[in-house]
């Protein structure tokens, strides 16, 4: 630690472009983004939250996912996008750890709460007599605070592993934001440890979870087409598409950036993938869950009317 500390002070991130006015543009649009996400997310808090219909399983889990998306979103977007409106790619060593171990967690908070969530469907298509009693609010409180403190241990092992290393070659990060890889790339230590470490770890908990959303919906489909009236099965299927679309766009972007080979990373295009991991997930999950879903979409309206009413008497 003491080498890190006498050899490096600050590290450079990657620009967006070399054009000044490009740097602009992106910033704007990134900073666009933001805001759409940040505004979609609280929103459904709101909702789920004011709403007294939406006081169920599946819509706490869901006002949950969407404070860990606004706070995942907010970790390095309005950085990314301040540092290129003022041009200033400088971030210090503890606001880069800071920003690995943010990411981390909300990354892993995110997947263990949507693999909860395929849980909570499988529970309430599958054994819907016994769902209050599966599903009470004590356990939904319980499998929460479970995702968060075990987070908290990932997300600090891996921050902590990582900063135990000497970066003494460079301090340029080729990406916008501070990542393991990026930074496992410029070290002058030895990083085996480091990469079987996150490889590993990643495979185990991807995996796990990924395993057991499959068998969930091989269960939930299953039931689902003995359903004997049509229109039942279409309701079945509508609480659970959003969820696996979500699903599938968070696993394939987390996926391509944490497993590719090391040497390969701090390219163009994964700067560009890791904006769609990082960006893009967030910002479409309030807009997937409240198109799909009629509850989500009449409780909005009601917050609006709410709104435009207190406007109008104001």
Excluded: W
Aim: aromatic share 12%; charged share 10%; with cysteine.
């Amino acid at each position: 630690m003491s080498n890190f500390t006498t050899i490096v002070t600050e590290f450079l991130l990657m620009e967006f472009s070399d054009t000044r006015e490009l740097q602009i543009l992106y910033s704007l649009l990134f900073f666009l983004f933001y805001s759409a996400g940040l505004m979609g997310n609280l929103l459904i808090v709101i909702v789920t939250t004011f709403d007294r219909r939406l006081h169920t399983p599946m819509y706490f889990f869901l006002r949950n996912l969407s404070i860990v998306d606004a706070c995942f979103i907010s970790v390095t977007v309005p950085q990314a996008s301040i540092n290129s409106l003022v041009n200033n790619r400088v971030i210090s060593v503890t606001g880069c750890a800071a920003q690995i171990f943010l990411m981390t967690f909300m990354a892993y908070v995110e997947f263990t709460l949507l693999t909860v969530m395929a849980r909570d469907r499988y529970v309430a298509i599958c054994h819907p007599l016994l769902y209050p009693v599966i599903m009470s609010h004590r356990v939904c409180m319980q499998m929460t605070l479970i995702c968060l403190f075990t987070g908290l241990l990932y997300a600090g092992f891996h921050t902590g592993y990582t900063f135990r290393l000497s970066f003494c070659q460079s301090n340029v990060i080729h990406q916008f934001f501070c990542d393991i890889p990026s930074l496992l790339k410029i070290s002058c230590s030895e990083t085996f440890g480091n990469t079987l470490s996150l490889l590993g770890s990643v495979v185990v908990i991807g995996v796990g979870c990924f395993a057991f959303i499959t068998a969930s919906y091989i269960s939930i489909f299953s039931t689902v087409l003995r359903f004997p009236v049509k229109e039942d099965q279409r309701k079945a299927f509508s609480t659970c598409v959003p969820h696996i679309i979500v699903v599938s766009l968070f696993l394939i972007s987390t996926s391509y950036v944490h497993l590719q080979p090391l040497s390969d990373s701090g390219s163009l295009k994964d700067v560009i993938i890791s904006i769609f991991y990082s960006i893009i997930p967030p910002f479409l999950n309030p807009i997937i869950y409240s198109l799909r879903n009629k509850q989500i979409k009449e409780a909005i309206r009601i917050v609006v009317k709410r709104m435009l009413l207190l406007r109008n008497k104001a």
